[in-house]
Antibody, heavy 117, light 109 residues
Framework: QVQLQESGPGLVKPSQTLSLTCTVSGDSISSGDYHWSWIRQHPGKGLEWIGYIYYSGSTYYNPSLKSRVTISADRSKNQFSLNLSSVTVADTAVYYC?????????WGQGALVTVSS | QAVVTQEPSLTVSPGGTVTLTCASSTGAVTSGHYPNWFQQKPGQAPRALIYSTTNKQSWTPARFSGSLLGGKAALTLSGVQPEDEADYYCLLYYGDARVFGGGTRLTVL
């Protein structure tokens, strides 16, 4: 059974960098044709796709966030990470990681990150 | 970036049928957009229902079906159950990019 779990600080100060890690079990981020993705959901709002890292290591980001987003992978730990720089209160959201191949089939439970001073 | 539009809300009676749609600002939705559908209940992560227009996940109830309808992607629920009350999101692929619709809140009443 594939499982994903987000972890990281729940509170980040404005202008700082938001960093989250997704730990994957039941699958290897180095194998197959999967994209390992990040999605967020602002409180009471819809879903926003952030970007992904491919099993080969290539990445693609939402153009609206591209200048601030980095997704990377630590294959030794079977983890992938999200860094979002220069955050503002508008980045307060639940952040999800998910596995994708034609469908985001397995999701983490989500991590609420609040941006506040 | 493309904008994907869904009905903000729909209401259906138990046992009834309802169709949710997903439109693209760039034109007709086609199979090349690989339409996905997700269900989200309060406090839970989204759950995948449909991929590549019509394909179901192993856990997707038979009453859910996907299609293309009038230039849009569509999700039809036939024989709606009370537990189908939820938010539903579509996702379209634009090459390497993915764009979610704004979601449809489905009320079963």
């Amino acid at each position: 059974q594939v499982q994903l779990q987000e972890s990281g600080p729940g509170l980040v100060k404005p202008s700082q960098t938001l960093s989250l890690t997704c730990t994957v079990s039941g699958d290897s981020i180095s194998s197959g044709d999967y994209h390992w993705s990040w999605i967020r959901q602002h409180p009471g709002k819809g879903l926003e796709w952030i970007g992904y890292i491919y099993y080969s290591g290539s990445t693609y980001y939402n153009p609206s966030l591209k200048s601030r987003v980095t997704i990377s992978a630590d294959r030794s730990k079977n983890q992938f990470s999200l860094n979002l720089s220069s955050v503002t209160v508008a980045d307060t959201a639940v952040y999800y990681c998910a596995r994708e191949w034609l469908i985001l089939d397995y999701w983490g439970q989500g991590a609420l990150v609040t941006v506040s001073s | 970036q493309a904008v994907v539009t869904q009905e903000p809300s729909l209401t259906v009676s138990p046992g009834g049928t309802v169709t949710l749609t997903c439109a693209s600002s760039t034109g007709a939705v086609t199979s090349g957009h690989y339409p996905n559908w997700f269900q989200q209940k309060p406090g839970q992560a989204p759950r995948a229902l449909i991929y590549s227009t019509t394909n179901k996940q192993s856990w997707t109830p038979a009453r859910f079906s996907g299609s293309l309808l009038g230039g849009k992607a569509a999700l039809t629920l036939s024989g709606v159950q009370p537990e189908d009350e939820a938010d539903y999101y579509c996702l379209l692929y634009y090459g390497d990019a993915r764009v979610f619709g704004g979601g449809t809140r489905l009320t079963v009443l």
